[in-house]
């Protein structure tokens, strides 16, 4: 049968009340009638209060259902029945441990057993009896000689919780592991000094060397560590983007706490609107100092460039002004020695940054320069070698490299048109040393060529006369002597290394 409904249940008592009543007046005298009256009025009382309760049990959404001493049902709700699948009017008066025998020695029962036993209400969490992978919420506690049962399914919750705190876990690792940057949460105020930081990960120690529960409960402390003269700039860019809720970019230097260290920082805060129309800042603070490094020394490649782009410039305007100069007034015929004598100074200065460039303008081995410039007058089918390199192994700099380099050409051009290098007989011997002087450490080179055609002196200084003997005088702060010996040129160099 079914459970009567609270409303039809209180019509049912009073009627049974009426004749109790009735039968009390013809019988009863009058102190029987009186307390026949108080027990009928207690009796509707109690059947309405319980016709109310009923009601309240039928709305609430939980399941329920009530136990007496005996542990058998005494009321079950329409939730409870949904949840178990089985007619209310088939589980009501039977004891629930013959209804779910499986939940025999399970901790559930024993929880059950306690309240029962202790009267102390109690609220758990457990696997629900017979439905494996199903968790409910429970809150039992005592109710009219026996124990009252509310429990909902909260399976979908606890898996959504579940996942929830994994990808925290996940999302907490990464943080906590990122090699150069620390992860932060702020609250929102509109006084900047009242925000509250809500999370700081584990990488704010290695990057600042501060703790994140110190800076948690302290953001002052990072601040502080900010060299002085970037903290103006900062806050006024933070109350900027506090005010118009935008996101805030700064980089700024700062002193790790312990290791006293400076180094660059870059952080970037943006505002996030949440469901509840409450604002947070997600901020990431990540260790520059290696970009700005590199930024500096791309700057510092930048001038160098230029710088040296320049130069090269001046250079080839100037080869190419001496190598064609006069010709407008001489016969065009002479055009193509012309263009062959500019060509080869061209070739000369790209020997030369060749050279530089493998070793990345760091310098450059001056033996190597001096066998590049001989490379086109060797022949390597010869018994005897017409030309001798003998000097120690000197690295010189950039400046020096491209200097000899053009010299030593114009010596060889010298020696290949009118002197050593002109005929089979001829020699060409090119020696250096460092010599160590009050002023710092020189290179001392000599240039000797022996078996040649007999050498006046030129009745006109050429180019590469004036290349040698005063360009190169003058790019290298030293003195550079060119000698018409009669037995072959001798040119002497003598420069500061420094």
């Known amino acids: 049968m079914r459970v009567p409904s609270p409303a039809a249940a209180v019509p049912a008592d009073l009627e049974h009340l009426t004749s109790n009543l009735v039968a009390a007046v013809s019988d009863s005298p009058r102190g029987v009638l009186e307390n026949a009256l108080q027990e009928a009025l207690a009796q509707t009382v109690e059947a309405k209060v319980n016709a109310q309760i009923a009601v309240l049990l039928e709305g609430i959404g939980d399941a329920f259902y009530s136990l007496d001493g005996q542990w058998r049902f005494t009321y079950i709700n329409r939730a409870a029945e949904t949840y178990f699948g089985v007619p209310r009017q088939a589980m009501l008066h ?123 409960a302290n953001p002052n402390l990072l601040y502080s560590l900010v060299l002085p003269h970037h903290r103006q700039r900062m806050l006024d860019r933070r109350l900027e983007s506090l005010r118009t809720l935008t996101e805030c970019v700064e980089e700024f230097e700062i002193r790790h706490a312990k290791t006293g260290e400076i180094r660059w920082h870059r952080i970037i805060a943006t505002p996030r609107r949440l469901e509840n129309g409450g604002i947070i800042w997600d901020g990431i603070q990540i260790d520059v100092t290696e970009h700005k490094r590199a930024e500096e020394r791309l700057r510092l490649l930048i001038n160098e460039l230029n710088h040296r782009v320049k130069n090269t410039l001046a250079t080839v305007q100037s080869l190419a002004a001496q190598s064609f100069r006069g010709l407008r007034s001489r016969n065009l015929q002479d055009l193509p020695a012309a263009y062959a004598s500019f060509e080869a100074r061209l070739f000369a200065l790209a020997r030369g940054h060749d050279i530089l460039t493998r070793e990345n303008w760091q310098g450059a081995g001056l033996g190597e320069i001096v066998t590049e410039a001989f490379a086109a007058y060797r022949d390597p089918s010869e018994e005897s070698c017409r030309i001798s390199i003998d000097g120690p192994d000197l690295r010189v700099s950039p400046a020096m490299a491209l200097s000899l380099s053009m010299a030593l050409h114009e010596l060889c051009t010298n020696a290949a048109k009118y002197g050593a290098l002109g005929v089979p007989e001829g020699r060409v011997q090119v020696s250096w040393s460092t010599l160590r002087a009050s002023s710092g450490a020189r290179l001392v080179m000599r240039w000797e060529e022996h078996g040649g055609p007999p050498v006046t002196p030129p009745a006109r200084k050429g180019f590469g006369s004036r290349l040698i003997q005063d360009g190169l005088a003058r790019e290298l702060n030293g003195d550079v002597r060119l000698i018409y010996e009669p037995t072959g040129v001798v040119c002497t160099i003598d420069v500061p290394l420094s």
Request: one cysteine or more; hydrophobic letters at 35%.
């Open 94 to 216: 039977r004891m629930i441990w013959d209804v779910f025998p499986e939940s025999e020695g399970t901790e559930l029962r024993r929880r059950y057993e306690a309240v029962f036993e202790t009267g102390a209400p109690a609220s758990f969490e457990s696997e629900a009896v017979g439905r494996q992978g199903r968790f409910l919420e429970f809150h039992v506690f005592p109710y009219n000689g026996g124990i009252g049962v509310s429990f909902r399914d909260w399976t979908e919750r606890r898996l959504a919780e579940e996942e929830l705190r994994a990808s925290e876990a996940r999302l907490s690792a990464l943080a906590n592991n990122a090699p150069a940057c620390m992860f932060y949460q702020t609250s929102h105020s509109p006084s900047y000094d009242e925000r509250k930081v809500l999370y700081i990960s584990k990488t704010c120690e290695r990057l600042t060397g501060v703790p994140p529960e110190e800076a948690q």
